[in-house]
């Protein structure tokens, strides 16, 4: 054995260890970063971090690949040629803020709404809403717009919770888990560790994807939906379980408003409202005394069903009642959805069987006594364990959000919500159905030189809250908060270049981006973005779209079309904070946040965009942003305001060790130790909530009184599940031409259609539009779960993994065709057409073809070499993809987007394929090689 | 030729692997852990090649590869991720084929090593394996392969639950185990019994330690008898309501039945509730 050489047992590779926050994908898990000789050299998870418990993904590992990219960039750029050709002088930072700030005082001087203020895949939303409210622009939004607003607002609509961050399933008790549509990646850790436990525990796992890749990989059973159609299949699921009357009654009656009473008077500027009591408080039937009585008596024995008569003679029907006639009706059944949505009768019905089985016959309870709303102590916490989550596959759609509404009206049915073994809410949901913030924007409320008096985003709930001008016409330049898409929560991004190009409704004088690239894989209809990006106006020689500014930290296809780009750090290099006022990385159990610490210097000449943009609101003089004196109130950047701004007295956006001592939780005075406090603790805070608050959080007494204490909540009232949205059917009436604001007569028809009140189904835009036989397919993208958009595919290691992209379809759809695997083949749509290699398999539905999303460059970005195969070989499916719907009557073209929240349909796309005549060759279309940025060591 | 230990005896140490393929997604966690680790570790370095070009490349000693595979009377198929790295063979041809000494099996713990001072890379050794699991690194010019983080297991810089490779302490959904496979009482040793761990191409004699899990069977169509909710005679809607009816009495509905509320006792409720609502605004004056 002595021949064998030594081998050192204990070596220590590093000089130290240093905790943060991850940022390579949107779960921002807990990591340590190992440094040697001032550099990264390895990076692993956190073990005492709420989020990731210590585990971390294939992105995760390789942020020491994105920290070093040579896609970097390195100091700021001021364009010197023509638009979009690369041409570019490195400046000076004082130049580029001193620039920057002369074009923004122009527009704020003139017109703050010029200015078009958008952010990508931005974690600092708590900041750069408040930045731009401060600014007095209403044209404001992140990348929700796009990215998955049905699921939000459908959640929020509905239970005042939603799928992703703002709640998951009680891994722990969970028995039957149903995951819709969800990409690889989405959320990364927490569902890769949820399903090993539902593994372990032999819980059911049913996927319903049209494509068994990923997470559907390992699932007991794979639901190969078509896509667009999973709400015929959960519709389905609703009808099997009111048939077989296998729902929880005594949840219905007591936490939703099932029983609340609806007005029928059709015709009338009141039918279908809620029935109120003159203080305005909603009614049920009490069937003890056969009379109206307020909802939230808690003495009435309020009926679930029923039509009545009110003392005035209105006639009234529970809303349950209404639920349960439109789904028990013969469209909903098993038979009559199976081949609309590529499910057999016979697995919608066996399914439906599961749940109830599951729910009821293996009902769980935890021996923790709690308190409801109306003071009723119970001695138990029973739980149903069904959970369910869902997220891009269902968000993606035209009908994205009655399709994720239906799916939570399941959930409720089950008595599946924040209960043991369903879906739990994380800290600060649950929030009020929905919650009380108003975007603002209308008109008179965009002044010069004046802030905004309110946040630009908000939520809807009845025409009143809408962002228009007397004539109906929107205000805002993606046209949010209109009738064009009113419950549009998080602005529509993807509308931002092309509206601001046509000038509709209005052209801008700024454009002023974080991380997004929207000239690329993040815009629908890449072609004309361009176009829009790099027109002049015939007048004055000037850019239609005069000046851009973009902040990023790596050389995206988006930088080659700023005017002026402003660099920021790796992820490694800079302070930020996981605000609960931003999107929460609660736990179910309680709520947390995080921050990040530069773990190393920025080599680099850059600076941390949340920095800059402080910088320059103290610059532009806005409010918050500057002292009496008018100097910067925070002069320490990102750090300063972290810990010293206050949104509301106490509030900031930590909520860890406040106060003077650090010993606050929630509320209390800034406390300027609390980033050392933070770091002291691995970059991160978690407090646990005591057991008989950590389920039925909506209705629990003594959680709802902390939460108010905490400041999650106004006030403590309960948080009552909308079955019934009567939001909706303000809109509905108003279309019928109720009310004071109705929508111009070319808006009505798709008003009342699509603001039913309570959920229901309809074809995918793109679809109908489209004939069947010319665009037989569907074409829908997913995320790789090694990556995140087009970081993660630039990424030296990553790109190893998967460096190009193909055209994945089914086995018998491509005999069909003549096409093997490998050939080239087109891709057409009603819009256009690409050239793509084909890869057949077996696990997709057969209607449906896919590929990876942001995998396919643009020669020369990224600082990839020209002939990289995610230029050659890879493709993006944006290009056949519309941002504008065909016209309808009149020639209006609304977007591709959701009629209800604006939110991007990506997934619609249908098209044709065909085997290319000519097999040789690359990807196309092939524009032209981005040159002028050079490669950071 | 380089010669093996005598590892036979018992109470031999076996480290290795199980991999669990029913849980494994896929997400490549393992692999870039593992080379992340391992570039700054004991492999160091695992370079890459050509970068940011057409032919990039690099040195990896763990790899995932996904196969769609289609039973024999599946209608579906199954996407099967697999992880593939060296599963530390008791006699590993690898080894004894070495021409320098390079390639050894350790006696302590039957882990398989390069010392990459003796490898002269004529590659013999990624010839012999017949699973793949060797990478030979271009740039050094070197053979690398899984150390089973040689240089994590036994480091007392970690705190003990951290003395595991990296690609274990990084997997998502606990896919992947590491113990003594030599040992039956080892927590992986009964996790193959339980779970029926195999070992790769056993045929071939090498007696590889890794063993993995097969995937469970499915819970679908394929495997369960058809079941649908009873469905009553007549009108659907009329025996719902007839349920929602006995909710009333307290008798029906899936749920437990509301308690029923007594007159006097709903009084108290209603005094108690509204103490409670004077009590919670004073304390948010406070």
């Known amino acids: 054995m002595s021949a064998e050489p030594h081998v050192t047992r204990s070596p220590k590779s590093w000089d130290e260890i240093k905790t943060t926050t991850c940022y390579m994908c949107a779960c921002r898990c807990g990591i340590k970063v190992y440094l040697k000789d001032g550099r990264v050299s390895y990076i692993e998870g956190n073990r005492d971090h709420p989020v990731n418990k210590g585990v971390i993904c294939g992105k995760g590992s390789s942020g020491i690949k994105q920290h070093y990219s040579p896609a970097r960039l390195a100091k700021p750029l001021l364009r010197v040629g023509e638009r979009g050709k690369g041409a570019f002088k490195e400046i000076e930072w004082d130049e580029a803020l001193t620039l920057a700030t002369s074009w923004l005082s122009e527009v704020r001087r003139t017109d703050p709404k010029r200015l078009a203020f958008f952010t990508g895949r931005d974690q600092s939303q708590g900041l750069t809403g408040w930045w731009a409210t401060q600014f007095g622009t209403p044209n404001y939004a992140a990348h929700g717009g796009f990215c998955s607003v049905n699921m939000a607002a459908a959640g929020l609509y509905t239970f005042g919770g939603a799928f992703w961050e703002f709640g998951e399933p009680d891994w722990k008790h969970t028995k039957y888990f149903m995951l819709f549509g969800v990409a690889e990646d989405h959320g990364s850790n927490p569902i890769k560790m949820g399903l090993g436990k539902l593994k372990e525990r032999g819980a059911k796992f049913v996927s319903v994807n049209p494509i068994r890749t990923g997470y559907s990989a390992i699932a007991d059973e794979w639901v190969g939906i078509r896509p667009g159609t999973d709400g015929l299949f959960v519709g389905a699921l609703i009808h099997e379980l009111l048939a077989a009357q296998k729902i929880d009654g005594e949840y219905l009656t007591r936490f939703t408003n099932a029983p609340w009473l609806v007005v029928e008077k059709p015709g009338t500027a009141e039918h279908g409202l809620l029935a109120r009591d003159r203080d305005g408080n909603t009614l049920v039937w009490d069937a003890a005394t056969r009379a109206p009585a307020s909802a939230l008596s808690p003495t009435a024995t309020p009926a679930l069903m029923g039509r009545f008569t009110l003392k005035d003679g209105r006639r009234v029907a529970t809303s349950f009642t209404l639920l349960a006639e439109r789904f028990l009706g013969d469209d909903w059944k098993p038979e009559a959805v199976a081949d609309r949505c590529g499910v057999p009768a016979a697995s919608i019905k066996r399914i439906a069987a599961e749940l109830a089985r599951v729910a009821f016959d293996e009902a769980i309870t935890l021996d923790v006594p709690w308190t409801d709303h109306l003071g009723r102590r119970h001695d138990k916490m029973v739980g149903r364990p069904v959970s369910m989550h869902g997220m891009r596959g269902i968000s993606a759609h035209s009908n994205g959000f009655h399709t994720c509404r239906m799916i939570h009206i399941l959930q409720i049915l089950l008595g599946t919500i924040d209960v043991p073994g369903g879906y739990r809410y994380k800290a600060p949901y649950p929030k009020p159905i929905p919650p009380g913030i108003k975007p603002t924007g209308k008109p008179g409320q965009v002044k010069p030189n004046t802030a905004l008096p309110g946040p630009p985003l908000g939520f809807v709930t009845a025409p009143e809250d809408l962002l228009i001008d007397e004539h109906g016409a929107p205000q805002r330049l993606d046209k949010a908060f209109s009738w064009d898409a009113p419950m549009s929560a998080h602005g529509l991004m993807h509308m931002v270049i092309t509206n601001a190009g046509l000038r509709d409704p209005y052209g801008i004088d700024v454009l002023f981006m974080y991380m997004a690239n929207m000239s690329w894989n993040s815009a629908m209809n890449v072609p004309d973005t361009l176009k829009y990006l790099t027109a002049k106006d015939e007048k004055t020689g000037d850019y239609v779209i005069p000046r851009i500014i973009y902040a990023d930290s790596y050389q995206s296809e988006m930088v080659y079309y700023a005017d002026l780009v402003l660099p920021d750090t790796t992820y490694l290099e800079r302070w930020d904070c996981i605000s609960l006022l931003d999107r929460p990385i609660s736990e179910p159990d309680g709520p947390a946040d995080s921050i990040r610490q530069p773990v190393v210097e920025p080599d680099r000449d850059v600076r941390p965009f949340q920095t800059v943009l402080l910088d320059l609101g103290a610059r532009l003089g806005l409010n918050g942003m500057v002292k009496e004196d008018g100097s910067p109130r925070y002069p320490g950047g990102y750090a300063d305001y972290i810990v010293n701004h206050e949104r509301t007295p106490g509030v900031g956006p930590l909520a860890g060790f406040r106060g003077a001592d650090g010993k606050a939780e929630g509320k209390g005075a800034p406390n300027p130790d609390q980033l050392k406090r933070y770091i002291e603790h691995g970059c991160h805070w978690f407090h646990e909530l005591p057991e008989h608050m950590k389920y039925y959080k909506h209705v629990n007494r003594d959680y709802l009184d902390w939460a108010v204490g905490f400041g999650f909540l106004g006030k ?85 993994i998967l460096g190009r992209n193909w055209l994945y379809m089914a086995r018998e759809t491509a005999a069909a065709k003549g096409i093997a695997d490998g050939d080239w083949v087109t891709v057409t749509s009603h819009h256009g057409q690409i050239r793509a290699q084909a890869r057949l398999m077996d696990g997709v539905e057969p209607g449906t073809v896919w590929t990876w999303n942001a995998i396919g460059k643009r020669s020369g970005a990224w600082a990839l070499d020209a002939d990289a195969p995610e230029a050659k070989q890879g493709f993006l499916l944006n290009h056949l993809i519309s941002e504008l719907l065909p016209e309808r009557g009149g020639g209006y073209r609304y977007s591709n987007s959701d009629p209800v929240t604006g939110q991007a349909a990506w997934y619609d796309l249908k098209v044709r394929i065909e085997r290319a005549a000519d097999q040789s060759g690359e990807a196309d279309p092939q524009f032209p090689t981005l040159t002028g940025i050079g490669r950071t060591a | 030729m380089t010669t093996l230990p005598d590892t036979t005896r018992p109470g031999q140490k076996k480290l290795g692997l199980v991999i669990d393929l029913d849980t494994c997604v896929g997400c490549q966690a393992c692999a870039t852990s593992c080379k992340e680790w391992n570039t700054q570790g004991y492999s160091a370095p695992l370079n890459d090649w050509d970068a940011r070009g057409a032919d990039h490349s690099g040195s990896w000693l763990n790899r995932i590869h996904g196969y769609e595979v289609k039973e024999k009377g599946q209608a579906q198929s199954r996407i099967v991720n697999f992880p593939r790295s060296c599963l530390h063979c008791e006699t590993p041809a690898c080894v004894t084929v070495c021409p320098t000494g390079a390639s050894y099996k350790r006696a302590e713990d039957g882990i398989v090593l390069v010392n990459p001072d003796m490898c002269i890379g004529c590659k013999l050794c990624s010839w012999a394996c017949p699973y793949g699991a060797r990478e030979y690194d271009e740039v050094q010019g070197v053979m690398k392969k899984c150390t089973l983080c040689v240089d994590r297991i036994y480091n007392e810089n970690f705190l003990p639950e951290d003395r595991i490779p990296a690609c274990v302490r990084a997997c998502p959904t606990g896919a992947r185990h590491f113990g003594d496979l030599g040992d039956p009482a080892s927590a992986v040793s009964q996790l193959v019994a339980a779970r029926g761990g195999f070992a790769l191409l056993p045929e071939m004699d090498y007696k590889p330690v890794n063993r993995y899990l097969p995937p469970r069977p499915r819970r679908d169509a394929t495997t369960l008898a058809p079941e649908a909710l009873p469905r009553g005679d007549g009108s659907a809607m009329d025996r719902l309501f007839q349920w929602a009816d006995g909710l009333l009495a307290g008798h029906a509905g899936t749920a437990p039945a509301a308690r029923k509320v007594s007159r006097v006792a709903a009084i108290k409720r209603r005094v108690k509730s509204a103490v409670a609502a004077v009590k919670s605004k004073s304390r948010g004056k406070k």
Not at chain 1, 727 to 742: C, D, M, N, T, Y
Not at chain 1, 747 to 773: N, S
């Open chain 1, 716 to 800: 403590a009232d309960p948080i009552i599940f909308q079955l019934y949205s009567e939001p909706f059917q303000k809109f509905r009436l108003a279309a019928e031409g109720h009310g004071s604001i109705v929508p111009p007569t070319e808006h009505r028809a798709r008003i009342r259609d699509h603001f039913d009140p309570l959920p229901f189904w309809y074809a995918p835009f793109e679809g109908e539009m489209v004939k069947a036989e010319d665009f037989p397919l569907h074409a829908v993208t997913q995320r790789p779960m090694a990556m995140y958009h087009s970081w993660g595919s630039q990424n030296d290691w990553l790109r190893q």
